[in-house]
């Protein structure tokens, strides 16, 4: 079932209503794949009740959480190293739908924009039962809470760079690291996110043998990464 929402309040008392049962609905390429997490759920569709422009409001850009990948990439407005980021996904088809509030959203360990948004302290304005919070995108993305995201919000004058490693663009990251303005932010596959002003970062995450890599290969990475940065 598809629920169709007329207020992003609805959609978050929805959501609090059947927490077990649906997910948001937005680009649809995580929800609507195969063997999904939001397979046998209702969604609730969020299109057209949050902003989908990327814009600058009293010397903050801000980017409606409807954005796609695609859309960073073409706004001239947007920092290059979040241009970057949103490159790590390679497929254009794939860009084009996906959103920046979907992808934040599904708290990824291997997520093509965490470890850059957090490096740029990037705030999500959200729809929650109590009303719209602003909260910083490292806090959300530890917490397990359902609001609507509704904006990224960040300095557009925010330099910095992203760095990849995988064994192809287009399988899982075995790790993604991001600098801006002396934040750095690390996401290594399946030991989570790490941010801070240090780059001894990398000592705080447990690592793990998987599909990406082996747990010392991933841990040299991250120790080096922010020794040689850009
Ligand atoms: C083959 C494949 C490979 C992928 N590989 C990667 C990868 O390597 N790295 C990576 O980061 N991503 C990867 N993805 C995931 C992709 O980035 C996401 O599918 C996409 O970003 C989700 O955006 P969407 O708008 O399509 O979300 P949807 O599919 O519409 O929703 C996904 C989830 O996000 C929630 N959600 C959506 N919008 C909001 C919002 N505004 N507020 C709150 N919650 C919301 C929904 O509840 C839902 O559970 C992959 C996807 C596919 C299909």
Not at 150 to 160: F, M, N, S, Y
Not at 183 to 206: F, R
Request: hydrophobic letters at 40%.
């Amino acid at each position: 079932m598809i629920y169709k929402p007329t207020t992003v309040r609805e959609a978050v008392a929805l959501r609090a209503e059947h927490p077990d049962d649906t997910v948001y609905l937005a680009g649809g390429t995580d929800d609507l794949r195969l063997g999904s997490e939001a397979a046998g759920k209702d969604l609730i569709d969020i299109n057209g009740l949050v902003s989908d422009k990327i814009e600058e409001k009293d010397g903050k850009l801000v980017i409606g959480a409807l954005c796609t990948l695609q859309d960073l990439v073409d706004s001239p407005l947007v920092p290059a190293f979040l241009k970057d980021a949103a490159k790590f996904c390679a497929s254009f088809e794939k860009r084009n739908a996906a959103t920046v509030g979907g992808n934040l959203a599904l708290r990824r360990d291997d997520s093509y924009l965490a470890a850059a948004m957090c490096a740029a302290e990037a705030t999500l304005l959200l729809a929650t039962a109590e009303g719209e919070k602003e909260r910083p995108v490292a806090e959300f993305l530890k917490c397990g809470c359902t609001p609507v995201i509704e904006a990224v919000i960040l300095d557009p004058a925010r330099t910095g760079w992203v760095k990849r490693f995988g064994n192809t663009a287009a399988s899982h990251a075995a790790l993604i690291a991001a600098q801006s303005g002396g934040v750095c932010a690390l996401t290594v596959h399946g030991s989570g996110l790490a941010v801070g002003s240090s780059p001894d970062i990398w000592e705080t995450l447990e690592y793990q043998d998987d599909l990406t890599g082996g747990a010392d290969y991933k841990k040299y990475l991250a120790k080096i990464v922010f020794e040689q940065g850009r």
